[in-house]
């Protein structure tokens, strides 16, 4: 048999601690923070020698044994001690983790921090699962999180992504929404101002995509009122240009307003997989005569 590592070692004492009587003079609240501690090396040891799953587990042995003491700042400590690890391969775990850190630190009405550690599940959600409904759901979570607190800016980043999301999803009503609501915070600001062009832009791109120019239209002439710089500005005519070769069924100069925008202001994945889709739009539709 080969001999035990020094974190098996340890993770012998820390369970042998939390499952002892303990004697006459020690209190369960000792016992518990003593194994507590015990279990935190035991998991830091595993660390070392890179067994991450050994890892996250002995950290939520830990978290455990902090919440038999009421510790509840170290509670949700260890617990996303025990995310970090188990986020090296084992993704479903570090949500479970997660989510027991975000109900201890909602209790203690750290929601700036729950904030954090609800966009990490949403990363999660996104990278390793490619679950978008739920990624969506935990980026909105964190965004209201986010506002509450003030962060406005980084409330705005979690529902920008949320937006992209629905429209990954087709649901472009609600992208639009979330957009829109970016958009707006965006306006209060001479430091964000410069970007309610490009939140207008893909609000604009959702519209057609529910094939539907006299939204898209109206819409055009709202963010116009809402800031009248937009209508001059190279995301607004590229819209009104698209627009029109939607309404023409002109695939030839929707193609050539896509070119000429992209000429000056490259296109991200998210529009280009956009601005495919409702170019097969055009095709699929029967010219109207």
Not at 210 to 232: E, H, L, W
């Amino acid at each position: 048999m080969p001999p035990k590592s020094p974190a098996q070692i340890l993770l012998d004492k820390a369970d042998k601690k939390a499952n002892s009587s303990g004697g006459w003079f020690t209190s369960s609240t000792t016992k518990f923070e003593e194994a507590g501690d015990l279990y935190q090396q035991a998991a830091n040891s595993f660390k070392l020698e890179k067994l991450f799953k050994e890892a996250g587990d002995a950290f939520a042995r830990e978290a455990e044994c902090r919440e038999k003491c009421k510790e509840t700042n170290e509670a949700s400590n260890a617990w996303w001690n025990a995310a970090k690890a188990y986020k090296r391969g084992f993704p479903d775990l570090a949500i479970q983790a997660l989510t027991q850190t975000i109900v201890h630190l909602t209790q203690a009405g750290r929601f700036r921090q729950a904030a954090d550690r609800e966009k990490e599940i949403g990363q999660i959600y996104l990278q390793e699962s490619n679950d978008l409904r739920r990624a969506c759901e935990s980026y909105v979570r964190a965004g209201d999180w986010y506002a509450q607190e003030d962060a406005t800016a980084t409330a705005n980043g979690c529902y920008k992504d949320a937006a992209d999301l629905h429209a990954d999803l087709d649901e472009y009503p609600q992208a639009i929404a979330r957009y829109e609501q970016v958009a707006d915070h965006s306006l209060t600001s001479a430091l964000t101002k410069y970007s309610v062009k490009e939140y207008w832009l893909k609000a604009g791109l959702c519209a057609l995509a529910m094939n539907d120019t006299v939204t898209a239209r109206r819409n055009m002439a709202k963010y116009g009122n809402q800031d009248a710089t937009f209508p001059s500005t190279r995301e607004a005519k590229f819209l009104t240009a698209l627009i029109e070769a939607v309404e023409a069924g002109d695939q030839e100069s929707f193609t050539g307003a896509v070119v000429e925008f992209d000429q000056v202001t490259k296109l991200d994945n998210w529009k280009t997989a956009m601005l495919l889709k409702l170019k097969r739009g055009i095709q699929e539709e029967p010219l109207l005569t």
